[in-house]
């Protein structure tokens, strides 16, 4: 069977660098063994590092020794393609066993299995797995957040397999009860379907499978690496860290001093490593100063960094690719200017910042209700996280929960990190309950139904949208809104979640009134209608929602990127997505670009310079979308009230 090596943690720190990496040199150090790079991030960015332009298909990479293809799993496409063998079988088996319609359960099928992005990586991994072609799939994963859902997902199918028991059970439970006797429905898929669950739950757990946890040099990223790891232990996955990549590791020897402060940042990340993951490995990835692309590039910083075969142990040396080459399209640098301005006013009571995992969306966005407050004494402001991942805390310097704290010695400015997911399992847990108490009594008789749609209510609970989770922490800022009249500045989830929270009013609608309908039959018992009340007031909520997001006086979103190769052209997909959504963004801070003193005639960081330049001139078509702000990089990291009062102000427009 192939090995599995995952690459994992916060969104920006280069996973999928090292992952391309750690794939391409481990076809050249075994070329009789062919070896798979897998994408499972919604926001693909592997295209982008090997310089291909790829389809939903696995594709061949063209290398100078060894045997390696990647794929980017199209989600829907993989999943849809699953479920064809079984639709109609499923569909026959849940509307025999259930109240609902063959009509009314296929759009639940083809929306609202929970986490189809997560799920159709799943089936590539147990499709690879049986299909034997590989002797090594990498895989480059996710930012955090839907990582940890894909390790669990096992469980979470496995639930959806519950439900449809319950369904295929509903003759028996009632010809029991009566004294009858019914024959066993016998459903092959649902036990192909068991044993698939289980083979992958088993490559997880093996011991040869490899976990890699990616993290930087910068405060944030260590202190998140270390929630990541608590994270991981606590989730119901059987998955383990085998080893740890620090990476964007500048070397001493430099010139300037935003280089030598990044060189002076190592060796304290080293013992943080150390003292906090004891007994794994530590691969230390330097920085060159300008993008790793292309399969060559990859497999010779692959070698340096996991010194597969032995490596090479002397300072890395990559040979610059043009950036003319490099971009997808024609560059023109020109002349790039900048203008200065002001930190921009939140001009509607609600923002969200989006982006790229590892753009700065933080920073921004405390900086954005940090102006905020310093303008408007008088209104009250609240920044929330909605990431798995967030670092609200360490720009505060103080701990942040999910109730909320005063930040700053500043009454009128609180922060909150939002569990998201434990937001909606505290709903649904506590909608199971009144059900509980609903039905509890009414087990004799003809009553035995009520049982059985109980158990169909609390397994339609378990198969909830992708995306639910964040919807419910909205719930909660909107609550903030409406109770304390002042403003609200959401940090969200990297890319995929937030799209998956744009996309979410039409699947939640629907999956709302699959609820409701579960419960019609007992609208006569008081706690029975209470629940069908709350779903109900959800359905109200998620359509407030989708109006508040499309009016730009109620809320805003603002875009967060950097001026590098990658996170421009997802900024471009998040773009595109964002117009089909029809929501346009206020504007788009392309952050950390570095001004002319700031590199002080260092190689290295001129280089880096170079490349933003290169990536700003192309930036320029999408002053038409959005106005854009740029954010000078600041040189170390923004923590505490002096330096969230520098950060803002300082801001300049792309003339």
Partial sequence: MATLAFFVGKGGVGKTTLSAAYAAQLAAAHPRERVLLLSTDPAHSTADVLQLHLGGARTPVRTSRGRLSVWQVAAEKQFQKFLAGNRKAILALVESGTIFSSAEIEPLLDTTLPGMAEMAALLAIHD???????????????????????????????????????????DQVLAAHFGGRARPVSQPFITEWRQMVEAVRAALADAKTQVTLVTTSETFSLHESVRVAKQMRDSDSPIA??????????????DCDACR?????????????????????????????????????????????????????????????????????RLQFGKTRFTKTKWPKLSSALAFTLGKGGVGKTTVSAALAF?????????AVTVCSTDPAPSLEDVFEKPVDDRGVAVLGDAKFRAM?????????????????????ALHTQVQGVHVDMTLDREIFSALLDIVPPGVDELFAIFRILDLLDAKKGK????????????????MPDRMLLWSRLLLKSLAPHRTLPLARE??????TIGQRVRELAQILRDPKRARLWVVMLAEPLPDRETRRLLAALEELKVAPAAIFVNRVLFPEDVQGCRRGESARAWQLATLARMRTLGKAAELFVVRDFGREIQGKQALASFTRELWRMA
Avoid at 149 to 154: C, G, K, N, Q
Avoid at 293 to 317: C, E, M, S
Avoid at 371 to 379: F, I, K, L
């Fill in 128 to 170: 690879l797995l049986a299909s034997d072609d590989y002797g090594h799939i990498v895989v480059d994963t996710a930012p955090i957040g839907h990582t940890l859902r894909l390790f669990e997902m096992p469980e979470h199918f496995a639930k959806f397999l519950d439900f449809l028991d319950v369904a295929a059970g509903r």
């Fill in 241 to 254: 860290l085998t080893d740890v990549v620090l990476n964007k590791v500048v070397e001493p020897e430099r």
């Fill in 261 to 329: 402060r990044r060189a002076r940042a190592t060796a304290p990340a080293k013992a943080f490593l150390r003292k906090h993951f004891r007994g794994l490995p530590v691969h230390v990835a330097p920085d060159p100063g300008h993008p790793i692309l292309g399969a060559a590039q990859l497999a010779a910083f692959g070698a340096h960094v996991f010194q597969i075969n032995g490596g090479d142990k002397r300072p890395l040396r990559l040979k610059t690719v043009n950036q003319r080459s490099a971009a997808t399209g």
């Fill in 371 to 379: 102006h905020a407050r310093a303008t408007e004494p008088r209104v």
């Fill in 417 to 437: 990190e939002l569990d998201a997911v434990g937001e909606f399992r505290q709903w649904a847990a506590r909608m199971k309950r009144k059900l509980d108490e």
């Fill in 488 to 503: 609200v500045v959401v940090d969200m989830a990297p890319t995929g979640h937030a799209l998956d929270l744009l996309r």
């Fill in 531 to 536: 629940v069908a009340v709350e779903v109900a």
